[in-house]
């Protein structure tokens, strides 16, 4: 029993045409820069998704801590939350008013890329205010605003914070 001859020679093989055509690899190319753009499309959305979760989910830590130091009455003083439209921070403040210099203020730095309307200034006098030992405070409601997603943070007289 004779094995079968496996390799060929040069000559056989420079005989042959190898290799892909111009129609095949231009082929492959379109496939894959779809495959690539619509990745990045979704890859890009849900980040921008995730930027809009974590700026609600700062908003309402923030009111919260605020709500939390009234109630505990802490330093004697009620205690607010403000937006710094110009820096995109909100800032946490003990006493009746907003005072920029006080150095107990807490800055915390929010998103850029998420529009919010209905969120007090700093400075502007209305500012969120939950009174020492009840929270109460006067009713409010806060709009997030990113691509096409839209969400509301109520805050009643109690000083609950519905989201």
């Known amino acids: 029993m004779e094995l079968p001859k496996i390799s ?11 290799g892909f055509t111009l129609i ?5 190319v379109a496939i894959l820069s779809t495959i690539i753009s619509l990745g990045l499309f979704f890859s890009i959305d849900s980040y921008k998704g995730y930027i809009f979760l974590s700026e609600r989910d700062n908003i309402v830590n ?5 709500r939390n130091r009234a109630l505990i009455n802490q330093y004697g003083v009620p205690h607010g939350v403000c937006y710094d439209d110009k820096e995109s921070e909100y800032i946490l403040f003990g006493g009746a008013v907003f005072d920029a210099f006080d150095e107990r ?6 998103s850029k890329i ?3 309307s209905g969120f ?3 400075g502007s006098g209305n500012e969120i205010l939950f009174s020492e030992l009840s929270a109460e405070t006067s009713d409010n409601q806060i709009n997030l605003t990113g ?3 839209d969400f509301n943070i109520t805050i009643n007289k ?3 914070i519905n989201w």
């Open 24 to 28: 095949e690899i231009l082929i492959v």
């Open 147 to 149: 691509g096409r997603k």
């Open 158 to 160: 109690e000083g609950g």
């Open 114 to 116: 998420v529009q919010i």
């Open 105 to 110: 203020n807490e800055n915390i730095s929010g």
């Open 62 to 66: 923030v009111l919260e801590k605020a």
């Open 120 to 122: 007090p200034l700093c």
């Open 8 to 18: 060929k020679s040069i000559k056989d093989l420079q005989n042959k045409n190898f």
